[in-house]
């Protein structure tokens, strides 16, 4: 079974950062591009990042671009998402996703449990 376990949230101040890391099993992560996703209370989900299955292609969402960077280490099977800069409206619960292809950034079929990211002053 496909299983993505996110790790690393807590709290920061804006302008702080924080690293969060999704480790997966059960598929071959090399052949499969992943994502992160995030999710505040009575709001949709937020797509937020994509990396290709082989890392060298990486997309992000407006809000974001430019203070976060999604990398991945294919021998460990991890995917992580630098924060820096936080701002308050970053806060929310974060989600790791599978990709469905090899460059599935935005077409993902797997979502782990999440990871509570709070910013606050």
């Known amino acids: 079974q496909v299983k993505l376990v996110e790790s690393g949230g807590g709290w920061a101040q804006p302008g702080g950062s924080l690293r969060l890391s999704c480790v997966a099993s059960?598929?071959?992560?090399?052949?499969?591009?992943m994502a992160w996703a995030r999710q505040v209370p009575g709001k949709g989900l937020e797509w937020v990042s994509g990396i290709f299955s082989d890392g060298k292609g990486t997309t992000y969402a407006d809000s974001v671009k430019g203070r976060f960077t999604i990398s991945r280490d294919n021998a460990k099977n991890t995917v992580f998402l630098q924060m820096n800069n936080l701002k308050p409206e970053d806060a929310a619960l974060y989600y790791c996703a599978k990709g469905s292809y090899s460059r599935g950034v935005r077409e993902t079929d797997y979502w782990g449990q999440g990871t509570e990211v709070t910013v606050s002053s």
């Open positions: 059960g598929f071959t992560f090399n052949n499969y591009a």
